[in-house]
């Protein structure tokens, strides 16, 4: 009886709160919509406009519906720059193309709405070269592209397929293409660097063979490569057989026939020609001469010392040499350059980290980092070797830059150095992170740069026709839209015609002069390129500046 009592006062408790809940006046909200502009009724065709490409002055219709009662009142931004309206209709509206126009999204603007137009592309000098046959280039970050002897390219970096190639047999960060892009099957790597190795750097010796330089531990088959090596020009590792310490095998008889051929056997060993590496990162490998300058992060420098080593067990030497080293094409220490013979390790080097380097024809070498000294002398940014690897005093940089440098390039046609960075100043003259340089340090101060907006340069040169490309995150220079790309003349303005193409989607870690299959001057550009001038792309592509 207790329990029915229970279950039917329970019962009344919940019937009487549900009829509180009711009864009480619920809270209300705002409309978070309310406000909102009332939509217009622009609309417009997703068809391309007519014509579909055009130049600057040409007059372009798109066609669009709901425009005519704000024909007083819209504004057209052609990727960014305004163009002059010629004529709305009912169905369409036409605009003159604008001086500084480039290709890609326009926005039709009515107070503070914004439409979205179809493409339009821009007519002008610079454009994807449609006959480099790269496909859609590689799947990773391309480090850098080296000109080869017989006009080919030895192309390097993180990536595993080239051109649809090494979906089932990954390429692992090297490639050898014909001029105009081609894979080059005959050029054997045996999967070169392997899936944790990446390739940043390389040259190519007089005898055609290859030094490799950058993050890895292998080469092919081969273990225990010190992030440098050298390969035939066939893309094999370039090997010979050493003599070792031989071992009897355990249990075995030592007069034993069979044990005299395990021994003898066991005193040889097929190992890398190349005997020499790093215990850190090798950025950049120079030729000067008939020698190897590697920068980078290097730390130890290790060699082999095979004489006091077995097949199982090897001997190793090392000694610190910090950031920059001279070696020759065997992988053998040079004491002579940048190294103290007294303590038996390299010279101090940057108070900091170096990025990029140049071997000037004269011999010396311009690094250039993030280090306030070099050597223990003052040094922005920037600093010169002599031919022995002392820094040279002569070196006219004054200041140097006031911030980091992340990249340098040099132009033998012109004999100047574009560098780029997050310095804001050279030597005590503005510089918004792009500057060009003479031989001997001092500021080119005819090449003024304009000002960049929402965004910097990442890595910029200077060709051999006098033009200044420039790559970055930047949306706008000199308040025209240039998002990420742009050609310049050698005073820094705008080169007419040579700024027509669409956003640059990524970032450039290199860039080599070529031609195009019809002998058109072109670029190629390699990084991390995810798309450009509106198409899709991989890490590489070859791009037309027409004369």
Same mark, same amino acid.
């Given at each position: ?350 108070? !900091?980290?170096? %990025? $990029? &380097?140049?071997?000037?024809?004269? *011999?010396? =070498? ?6 306030? @000294? ?75 740069? !304009?000002?960049? %907006? $929402? &965004?910097?340069?990442?890595?910029? *040169?200077? =060709? ?6 420039? @790559? ?76």
């Amino acid at each position: 009886m207790k329990q029915i009592i229970s279950k039917h006062t329970a019962g009344v408790l919940l019937l009487a709160a549900l009829a509180a809940g009711c009864n009480k006046q619920e809270k209300e909200y705002p409309n978070p919509y309310q406000g909102g502009k009332e939509q217009l009724g622009i609309s417009f065709s997703q068809e391309l406009p007519s014509p579909q490409n055009g130049g600057v002055g040409d007059v372009v219709t798109f066609k669009a519906t709901g425009l005519l009662p704000h024909k007083d009142a819209l504004e057209f931004l052609m990727n960014g720059q305004k163009a002059q309206v010629m004529a709305v209709t009912d169905k369409s509206i036409s605009v003159k193309v604008p001086a500084g126009a480039s290709s890609g999204g326009s926005l039709l603007v009515v107070g503070e709405q914004l439409f979205p137009v179809p493409v339009f592309r821009v007519n002008g000098k610079v454009s994807i070269d449609r006959t480099y046959q790269a496909g859609k280039g590689t799947n990773g970050l391309t480090t850098a592209v080296v000109p080869t002897i017989r006009g080919r390219y030895l192309v390097m970096g993180a990536f595993t397929e080239y051109a649809n190639v090494g979906m089932s047999d990954p390429l692992y960060g090297l490639v050898l293409t014909e001029k105009h892009g081609q894979y080059v099957a005959a050029f054997r790597t045996d999967s070169a660097v392997g899936r944790n190795g990446v390739l940043y750097t390389g040259v190519q010796l007089p005898d055609g063979k290859f030094i490799l330089g950058g993050s890895f531990g292998q080469y092919g088959k081969e273990t225990g490569v010190f992030n440098l090596t050298r390969i035939h020009e066939g893309g094999k590792l370039d090997s010979t057989i050493v003599r070792v310490i031989p071992r009897i095998p355990p249990g075995m008889d030592p007069h034993d026939p069979e044990a005299e051929a395990a021994v003898d056997n066991s005193s040889r060993d097929t190992v890398p020609t190349f005997n020499g590496g790093f215990l850190g990162t090798v950025r950049k490998v120079l030729l000067q001469g008939n020698k190897l300058i590697c920068i980078g992060d290097l730390g130890l420098y290790q060699q082999y010392f095979y004489e006091n080593s077995t097949r199982d067990n090897r001997a190793i030497d090392r000694r610190w040499v910090g950031d920059v080293v001279r070696l020759d094409t065997d992988g053998n220490l040079d004491s002579t350059y940048h190294y103290d013979l007294v303590n038996h390790r390299g010279l101090e080097g940057p108070a !900091g980290s170096l %990025t $990029d &380097g140049v071997v000037l024809p004269d *011999g010396k =070498l311009i690094v250039v980092g993030a280090f306030r @000294t070099y050597n223990g002398a003052i040094a922005g940014n920037i600093a010169r070797l002599t031919a022995a690897g002392s820094v040279d005093p002569s070196f006219a940089a004054g200041a140097g830059a006031d911030d980091a440098v992340t990249s340098m390039h040099y132009s033998a046609a012109t004999k100047k150095i574009v560098i780029t960075g997050r310095f804001k100043n050279y030597n005590g003259r503005p510089r918004p992170g792009i500057a060009m340089i003479n031989e001997d340090g001092s500021l080119d101060e005819t090449f003024a740069p !304009g000002t960049f %907006t $929402d &965004g910097t340069p990442g890595y910029s *040169g200077q =060709l051999s026709s006098g033009l200044v490309v420039v @790559t970055g995150t930047f949306r706008k220079y000199n308040n025209v839209t240039r998002e990420g790309f742009m050609v310049l003349n050698p005073d820094g303005s705008l080169a007419e015609g040579y700024n027509n193409t669409g956003r640059l989607n990524g970032f450039i870690t290199s860039m080599v002069e070529s031609v195009t299959a019809e002998g058109e001057p072109a670029i190629i550009l390699s990084g991390l390129i995810l798309s450009f001038d509106n198409t899709s792309l991989g890490g590489i592509l070859r791009v037309v500046l027409s004369k």
